[in-house]
């Protein structure tokens, strides 16, 4: 089955305590994106990968880091995450259709 | 630098009646258009995309678009709503290799 996953769904940690999401994706897209959803403000992208090796910064992309080594998995960082980085987080991939395909989402909370 | 607008926070319609969601959107080069929908506590599906071509769009679940270039418009649009519609909708603009843009979304609520 074609499907992004997202590990883990929901995380509590506190301020300044480094943690990782991880995304994968089994369609081999090239194109992949972190998106975070906060009320009346849609989905912000964060970071973007076109392929291998190749990010870029989207709309919000202070207080995060990605990484691409592999094309299946883009993993989000938060270095030193800060309570305003509390939000639900997407990942994406994108076929040449121009077609997204989100995954489950995780629920971060920042005390 | 891209935007999308929509106007509406939140609509409410009887089940039944007809449905047009707003979206407009500032892109220097020609968009992808696109309408996803995201059910409470669920991800974001794709209901239909405009490339080119003709600007009537047919999507799932019965609903339709259509770009209009002069108004910057791509507003989404359903004859008959259900309550299985009830849901929040996003309007989105990008093109391959680029930002990819959403709106801040519209919150349908569905009346019985």
């Known amino acids: 089955e074609a499907q992004v996953t997202q590990n883990p769904r929901y995380l509590i940690t506190v301020t300044g305590k480094k943690l990782t999401v991880t995304c994968s994706q089994n369609?081999?897209?090239?194109?992949m994106s972190w998106y975070r959803q906060d009320p009346g403000l849609g989905l912000r992208q964060i970071y973007y990968?076109?392929?291998?090796?190749?990010?870029d910064k989207g709309d919000v992309p202070e207080g995060y880091k990605v990484s691409r080594k592999e094309k299946r998995n883009f993993p989000l960082i938060l270095e030193s995450p800060s309570p305003n980085q509390t939000s639900l987080y997407f990942c994406?991939?994108?076929?040449?259709?121009?077609?997204?395909?989100f995954g489950p989402g995780t629920r971060l909370l920042v005390l | 630098a891209q935007s999308v607008t929509q106007p509406d926070i939140h609509i409410t319609v009887s089940e039944g009646a007809s449905l047009e969601l707003r979206c407009n959107y500032s892109?220097?080069?020609?968009?992808?258009l696109f309408w996803y929908v995201q059910s409470p506590g669920q991800g974001l599906q794709l209901l239909l995309k405009?490339?080119?071509?003709?600007?009537l769009v047919q999507g799932i679940k019965g609903f339709e678009a259509e770009f209009k270039r002069s108004q910057s418009s791509f507003n989404l649009r359903k004859p008959s709503v259900h309550w299985s519609d009830a849901a929040e909708y996003f309007c989105?603009?990008?093109?391959?290799?680029?930002?990819?843009?959403f709106g801040p979304g519209t919150r349908l609520s569905v009346l019985p």
């Open positions: 892109y220097g080069a020609t968009p992808y």
């Open positions: 989105a603009v990008g093109n391959y290799g680029q930002n990819f843009v």
């Open positions: 990968s076109m392929n291998v090796e190749v990010t």
């Open positions: 994406a991939s994108r076929d040449y259709q121009e077609t997204q395909y």
């Open positions: 405009y490339f080119s071509g003709d600007t």
């Open positions: 369609m081999n897209h090239e194109y």
